[in-house]
């Protein structure tokens, strides 16, 4: 079997990945691996050293692992997210539905449970570094108005739009994600399976009902009307469609 090409941005140097893990052997694998693959490999142990890391030279992507030695990693992915976009893959022993869902709700794009096979956590890899350049695209609309509201994709801001001051609308980085998606293709359907792939990441086709609950949010947040909505739309047992 032949590996697909490792993915190096033209004229920059190479992504770097930071790798969360106290288990050395792993650390030495995903090490090999990824030089392999032409990434620049970082490395820490427990979830305090990685947050201090991360803040001092921000990687492209981040393996974790959830069980470490003094923080949980679903408390460095919390930290994280208050500042940073860096796409999160978590590798963890744990597979029950709520600590995937507790991960992902926090902000991590992906979860790959242990035993894994490299190939594929390679594969969501790079995956999640596409995702997060497509994010950042050079045509991609930068200041959307949604009703009373302009919503700022490079800032990560919701302002009222009648430019007078006023506060500020929080949104979380699952409500983030959707809402960039959406915008990104005025006026077209984004289909929920798209939506949940590039939300949650593969595996995830089938939750619509997580759509469900965060477009509902969206809409209480964004629209004048939430139960007659103008602008984020349902089209039906197909996907939803931001209306300009
Ligand atoms: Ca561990």
């Not at 289909?191 to 809409?219: C, D, E, I, K």
Request: one cysteine or more; charged letters at 25%.
């Amino acid at each position: 079997m032949t590996l697909p090409e490792p993915r190096v941005r033209k004229g920059d140097t190479q992504p770097v990945i930071f790798v969360v893990e106290d288990q050395p052997e792993l650390v030495r694998a995903l090490r090999i691996n990824l030089r392999a693959r032409q990434y620049e490999v970082l490395a820490a142990r427990t979830g305090r050293e990685a947050l201090a890391l991360a803040a001092s030279r921000p990687p492209d992507a981040i393996i974790l692992d959830l069980g470490l030695p003094d923080i949980d990693g679903t408390e460095v992915i919390v930290e994280l997210r208050r500042w940073s976009k860096v796409p999160i893959i978590v590798l963890s022993g744990r597979s029950s539905p709520g600590d995937k869902i507790g991960a992902l709700d926090v902000g991590a794009d992906d979860y790959v449970t242990k035993p894994f096979a490299m190939a594929e956590l390679m594969a969501r890899l790079r995956a999640a570094l596409r995702r997060d350049e497509g994010e950042f695209a050079a045509d991609a609309p930068r200041t959307v108005a949604i009703g009373r509201w302009l919503v700022d994709l490079a800032a990560h801001q919701v302002t009222p739009g009648s430019g007078d001051g006023g506060e500020q609308l929080r949104l979380t980085p699952t409500e983030w994600r959707i809402l960039e998606m959406l915008l990104h293709s005025p006026g077209q359907l984004v289909g929920s399976a798209q939506l949940l792939t590039g939300v949650w990441g593969p595996g995830f086709q089938q939750r619509t009902n997580y759509l469900r609950f965060h477009m509902a949010r969206l809409r209480r947040k964004l629209e004048d009307n939430p139960a007659r909505p103008c602008h984020l739309l349902t089209e039906s047992g197909m996907g939803y469609r931001y209306q300009p």
